[in-house]
């Protein structure tokens, strides 16, 4: 019999959103099962496949169940579901396509809250800690190594890849998030999510979009002018899916403009496919959907966690009635199953299907563990040179953070559970969002180990007075604080537990004090000018403990730099008093973060970019080459010191009729010896340089001086060179070449 194939390879595939409606247009006949499993274009075996399939089985592939038992609502996860997972959705085996099995999340794999056992595996550092390295290689091995721990627990789609901008640094998911820029948070996190990948599997970006807090998060209204969200919330997932190219896009719980995001044709038909062409699918948050032929018309091609509400936008007998109702088109179903498919065929599920139950290599993971916790890890303050701990320090006192125990992580459905137990437990809350876990990694063991020759004295903090006491005591007291973050709940820049209060009273009775925080984002330091050394930590993952005695004895020289501004105080915020619910007028628009601080003259307690070394670097020589639509800007680094150290070199550029005065274009993490200088060169993308009008899509960069610095971060700045541009217009699907 004349192979139908030919059939297929004979019509031109025209690429259309994602290169699937044509295909299947033009498709005369189906073509027999072995033509779909042909070594064609992913869109091509993708439209291929559809042709085969009945109405039941593209409806299989559009509904997700939770993958975990949930009793309150009466719902027990399929048995195929891997245990305690955060999804699955069915296979097709006749035509040999496997379930997807989604595991949680950014930080490694988790395990859901509700299940009895809970999978011990290795926890990266926070979102916030991979972004403070502000390394992409780094953050892709970090990928990968979590990519390959859920490969080989038998997951094929990884919900990673967060990417929602900081514009409330109260917002209780910020520490799985990458902070306040939208160039740094879309490069980091796009370099995870390639490392994710790289296993073969899927990964997401998530939660698109405008997420940024968890206060009201089911229901609250993002408004935000069009101009300003393309150039900020937007262009972070942009840039992360130009980099990381992940197979699928989670759309959020909230509102965006008044329109639930996973049934916004704003978002998902005309941002995502007319403008980025994104050719992967689109899954909702769990719960997140709120129609079925809206939700499916603007965009979205599968539903998720169906078991955690009552019935599925998405399950096949309201498809069927809204087809039959003609609600939605046929057209529109095999546009969702192929873009399924197509994320199938490229990521690898297809032709190189998971198997639950594979050797993991801990030791090795561990250790990319640490090495990501160390290069995040903020050097904020250091007078006198107190850190590194010198080898002689005889008496050190460390207080409070359970550091006798293990180092905090942040909760929710990204919790990764630890090998062995809970450090800490039965800290409330022990249920949803909680529980409340360390990772039984001890700065206190970890130090002991480096500094044998030095007594050690440890109190939890709760009793202040025994605090001085062991302050009195030694000659370098090191304060551990503490501030537990999570999904669900916004938290309180104050450090809570009387935690402020105990540092002063140690750093009066001691004037040799670190403060070393492990944190979900900024927090307010009202004795940061009575102490001479702190360290962030953020939530330092399954090696904490030993990247944070590894940076405090100097062991490894830190290199972290913020990637959210520190305020002073609450009333430098956009909204002091907020996290608010309702509409969430953003007015500041693009001037999130440290761009608010530029625009209103505030100072912070530590600027974004911020992060001290034990060398010092210098930057000169800074010369600016107009390099395509954009920049190329070169410039000399030193190491002035007498230790290795990296350096991160940050651009910055200033244009006019800008939402801020200046705005991070571009950067570059540099290793230098001691007295080594190297020559960087800095690509800045023309988007950078632009400004996006709602009544001109695109970017828009007006001719005129343009003002490039160089600097250690937003407010340090070493030199800064001007440079005339033409002027150019990007259209709105303008990308740069790969
Ligand atoms: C949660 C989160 C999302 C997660 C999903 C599955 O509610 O918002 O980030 O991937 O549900 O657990």
Redesign the pocket.
């Known amino acids: 019999m004349r192979r139908r194939h030919l059939a297929l390879t004979g019509f031109s595939i025209a690429l259309w959103f994602g290169g699937i409606g044509s295909a299947l247009a033009a498709q005369e006949e189906p073509a027999p099962i072995e033509a779909a499993q042909s070594r064609g274009t992913a869109d091509e075996r993708a439209a291929s496949m559809v042709t085969l399939m009945t109405l039941d089985e593209k409806l299989t592939l559009l509904e997700g169940y939770f993958g975990t038992d949930f009793p309150a609502a009466r719902f027990e996860a399929p048995a195929e579901a891997r245990y305690g997972s955060?999804?699955y959705v069915p296979g097709i085996p006749r035509l040999g396509i496997p379930p997807q099995w989604q595991a949680?999340?950014g930080l490694g794999v988790a395990t859901?809250g509700g299940a009895a056992e809970k999978r011990a595996r290795t926890a990266l550092p926070s979102g916030l800690a991979t972004a403070a390295t502000w390394d992409p290689a780094l953050a892709r091995a970090a990928g990968a190594m979590i990519g390959a721990e859920a490969r080989a627990d038998g997951f094929n789609v990884m919900?990673g890849g967060s990417v929602n901008l900081m514009r409330e640094p109260r917002n209780g998911r910020n520490f799985e998030y990458a902070g306040e820029d939208p160039l740094l948070a879309g490069t980091m996190v796009g370099a995870q999510i390639a490392g994710v990948q790289s296993n073969r599997i899927i990964s997401t970006v998530?939660?698109f979009a405008v997420n940024d807090q968890e206060t009201n998060r089911n229901d609250g209204n993002a408004v935000v002018e069009e101009g300003a969200l393309r150039m900020s919330d937007l262009l972070a997932f942009q840039l992360a899916i130009e980099r990381g190219e992940p197979g699928a896009v989670?759309c959020s719980?909230n509102r965006v403009g008044g329109t639930h995001a996973c049934e916004n044709p704003f978002l998902l038909t005309e941002v995502l496919r007319e403008h980025w062409h994104f050719p992967g699918y689109v899954l909702s948050?769990?719960g997140g959907v709120h129609s079925t032929a809206a939700s499916a018309n603007a965009g979205l091609d599968q539903e998720s966690?169906y078991g955690l509400q009552r019935d599925g936008w998405f399950a096949a007998d309201k498809l069927r009635a809204a087809l039959a109702a003609g609600e939605i088109s046929e057209e529109r179903i095999d546009l969702m199953a192929a873009r399924i498919l197509r994320s199938m065929f490229v990521h690898g599920l297809i032709d190189d299907p998971v198997s639950e139950g594979q050797p993991i290599d801990f030791p090795a993971h561990r250790a990319v563990s640490r090495q990501a916790a160390e290069a995040g890890i903020v050097l904020l303050k250091n007078e006198r040179g107190l850190l590194p701990l010198a080898a002689s320090a005889s008496r050190i006192a460390v207080i409070g953070g359970h550091a006798d125990k293990g180092v905090l992580s942040g909760g929710g459905?990204s919790q990764v559970y630890p090998e062995g137990t809970n450090a800490v437990p039965g800290i409330e809350p022990t249920s949803w969002p909680g529980p409340v876990v360390y990772y039984p990694s001890s700065p206190l063991a970890a130090l002991e180990a480096l500094l044998p020759n030095a007594q050690f004295q440890f109190v939890d903090g709760a009793d202040h007075e025994a605090a001085v006491r062991a302050a009195a005591w030694a000659d370098v007291s090191i304060v551990f604080a503490t501030q537990w973050a999570s999904?669900s709940i916004d938290v309180s820049l104050t450090l809570p537990d009387a935690q402020n209060e105990l540092i002063e009273s140690v750093a009066l009775a001691n004037r040799q004090t670190v403060v070393v925080l492990e944190t979900g984002g900024p927090v307010l330091m009202p004795w940061a000018d009575h102490v001479p050394a702190i360290v962030e930590a953020w939530y330092p993952g399954s090696a904490g403990g030993e990247a944070i005695a590894n940076v405090l004895t100097g062991k490894v020289n830190p290199s972290g730099h913020l990637p959210a501004t520190f305020p002073r105080s609450l009333d430098q915020l956009p909204y002091p008093d907020e996290p608010r619910k309702g509409d969430l007028v953003y007015d500041e628009g693009a001037a999130v973060g440290y761009k608010w601080f530029d625009l209103n003259g505030h100072e912070p307690q530590f600027p974004f970019g911020h992060g001290l070394s034990y060398t010092t670097f210098a930057l000169g020589h800074l010369a600016v080459t107009p390099e395509g639509d954009g920049l190329a800007a070169m410039l000399e680094v030193t190491n002035t010191g007498d230790r290795a150290g990296a350096d991160v070199v940050q651009i910055y550029v200033s244009g006019k009729g800008w939402d801020a005065p200046r705005r991070l274009a571009g950067f570059a993490k540099v290793e230098l010896q001691p007295g080594e200088r190297k020559r960087v060169t800095v690509h800045v993308d023309p988007r950078l340089l632009a400004t996006w009008r709602a009544n001109r899509p695109g970017w828009t960069l007006p001719s005129g001086v343009y003002e490039v610095s160089v600097g250690h971060s937003s407010r340090d700045l070493a030199e800064t060179v001007s440079i005339e541009l033409p002027g150019a217009f990007l259209p709105p699907d303008w990308r740069p070449k790969r």
């Open positions: 955060a999804g949680d999340a859901q919900l998530k939660h989670m719980y948050d769990w966690g459905s999904e």
